[in-house]
């Protein structure tokens, strides 16, 4: 009776967790922070992180379907599992008569991109439309009226770099918050300044990086945007490589809410992503998740 109990426990523990990783498996977007984050991102493949809510997408990688719709793309650098799918992006905007999309690309590329449409429009015989934007880091780029976007170093192979969204608002002077409604109006209305603008990070992607970018100064804002999205290697055996390792080790300096890792190599299960991530999530304040969209379960049929 007790071994035939066992045996039922056991089954019903195994359908819960291929529930689960079917879940997982299944599963289109991850919800962080009043964001939702789709994609997918497999080391040497293809990376594509797509942000609806800011009509963004970080890398196109072979251009998922999603990724067409958003109006604006941000290349981080010039592998061609994060730009390959750049000529099939705009082709396909073209195609639905959707608007010409704008393209940021580190200014050291812009160059070859130009190069590699002109390559395409005379192989295909067709109009590519685009802006093509070389943001460089420490440049700022409104992209709406409560909206701008900056880039960061990170270190990579190649040259390389990340982006901050900033939300945008202005605040009250703190000589003026004394003030009452008409003293502030009639202030405003004779042209004083009563307000500050105060830019606040939303958002921030490393694409590919080392380590480095985590004790550079300059990447202070990616480290308190409420989401930050960057990758994560695994060793053999999935255990931490020595990026994870010093990401624990420099904790301290993450003030994000919400950590999404990428870029996981195509050789794991979802199941061994989840186990390093929580071997990962005691050490670091923000809650820590992966994004394993294209990742199979050992469930899996």
Request: with cysteine; aromatic share 8%.
């Amino acid at each position: 009776m007790y071994i035939t109990g066992t045996k039922i426990m056991g089954r019903a523990i195994e359908e819960e967790e291929y529930r689960k990783a079917r879940a997982e498996v299944t599963r289109k977007g991850i919800e962080l922070e009043g964001y939702s984050i789709e994609g997918v991102s497999v080391g040497g493949h293809e990376t594509c992180i797509i942000l609806p809510r800011l009509n963004s997408a970080f890398d196109i990688g072979r251009c998922p379907p999603r990724a067409v719709n958003q109006d604006y793309l941000f290349i981080t650098h010039a592998h061609l599992d994060h730009i390959g799918g750049l000529p099939m992006y705009v082709a396909t905007r073209g195609l639905y008569s959707l608007k010409p999309p704008t393209i940021f690309v580190p200014p050291c590329i812009k160059e070859d991109v130009e190069k590699l449409f002109e390559v395409h429009r005379s192989m295909s015989q067709v109009e590519l439309e685009l802006e093509l934007v070389a943001l460089d880091i420490g440049e700022t780029y409104e992209l709406r009226n409560d909206l701008v976007v900056r880039p960061f170093k990170t270190n990579h192979v190649i040259p390389s770099q990340g982006y901050v969204f900033y939300s945008v608002r202005k605040k009250l002077k703190k000589q003026y918050v004394h003030l009452k409604g008409k003293q502030i109006e009639k202030l405003k209305k004779s042209g004083v300044e009563i307000t500050d603008v105060v830019l606040s990070p939303e958002v921030a992607f490393t694409g590919d990086t080392t380590s480095d970018f985590l004790l550079d100064p300059r990447s202070a804002d990616a480290l308190r945007a409420k989401v930050l999205i960057t990758e994560l290697k695994l060793s053999c055996g999935f255990k931490l490589d020595i990026y994870a390792l010093q990401i624990m080790e420099h904790a301290q300096w993450i003030r994000n809410k919400a950590v999404l890792l990428t870029h996981f190599s195509s050789r794991y299960k979802i199941e061994e992503i989840r186990e390093a991530v929580l071997k990962l999530q005691p050490k670091v304040p923000a809650k820590v998740v992966a994004l394993t969209e294209g990742f199979k379960s050992r469930y899996s049929s």
